[in-house]
């Protein structure tokens, strides 16, 4: 059974730092692109960042270019997030997804998500 | 940037009866590999979202086959061809031509 397994949300201060994590089983971890999305009831979903299979192609939306960043330990099936310099917007439920190729734009299966609280 | 535009923004149906949504973008969506991208994702009242159609017409695994997608360039659609009560939630489309965008949603109810 394929499981991705968010974690890491918690309630931060603006300007403060987290790291998601993202957990993965019952797939070759490494043969896929991997995928972080948020989702606020006032923005919707929103993609956020894509990591290729290998770690060699990362990229990011433009609201979190330069704050964030997606890294994978693929001798552990783990995909991170550094989020850094946080700001309210920021507030969300944070999903992992599942690309559908090792280099894949688009997305099959997704995590139950993290939620973060960016707050004073 | 792409604007996904999705509606109706909610629809009421009746259980056996069919649904429509549409989907427009403001770019075209077809890639130079003949391939446009154009998915459908569903959500089910708290829990996440799962891909429903992939580029514009396949179903993924699993996926009945009362739904389906159909469309080309900027104007898409998804049919639900007989509406059933597990189908309740919020249907999303999405382009991943450019960075990835969703449409705002569209949330189906039953009558």
């Known amino acids: 059974e394929v499981q991705l397994v968010e974690s890491g949300g918690v309630v931060v201060r603006p300007g403060g730092s987290l790291r998601l994590s993202c957990a993965v089983s019952g797939f070759t971890f490494d043969d896929y692109a991997m995928h972080w999305i948020r989702q606020t009831p006032g923005k919707g979903l929103e993609w956020v960042s894509l990591?290729?299979?290998?770690?060699?192609?990362?990229y990011y939306s433009d609201s979190v270019k330069g704050r964030f960043n997606i890294s994978r330990d693929n001798s552990k099936n783990s995909l991170y997030l550094q989020m850094n310099s946080l700001r309210d917007e920021d507030t969300a439920l944070y999903y992992c997804?599942?690309?559908?190729?090792?280099?894949?734009?688009?997305?099959?299966?997704w995590g139950q998500g993290t939620l973060v609280t960016v707050s004073s | 940037d792409v604007v996904m535009t999705q509606t109706p923004l909610s629809l009421s149906v009746t259980p056996g009866q069919p649904a429509s949504i549409s989907c427009r973008s403001s770019q075209s969506l077809l890639h130079g590999d003949g391939w446009t991208y154009l998915y459908w994702y569903f959500q089910k009242p708290g829990q996440s979202p799962q891909l429903l159609i992939y580029?514009?017409?396949n179903r993924f695994s699993g996926v009945p086959d009362r739904f389906s997608g159909s469309g080309s360039g900027t104007n898409f659609t998804l049919k639900i061809s007989r509406v059933e009560a597990d189908d309740v939630g919020i249907y999303y489309c999405?382009?991943?031509?450019?960075?990835?965008?969703f449409g705002g949603g569209t949330k189906v109810e039953i009558k």
């Open positions: 990591i290729n299979w290998d770690g060699g192609g990362t």
């Open positions: 999405m382009q991943s031509l450019h960075l990835p965008v």
């Open positions: 580029q514009v017409s």
């Open positions: 997804a599942k690309g559908r190729n090792r280099v894949s734009w688009s997305f099959d299966l």
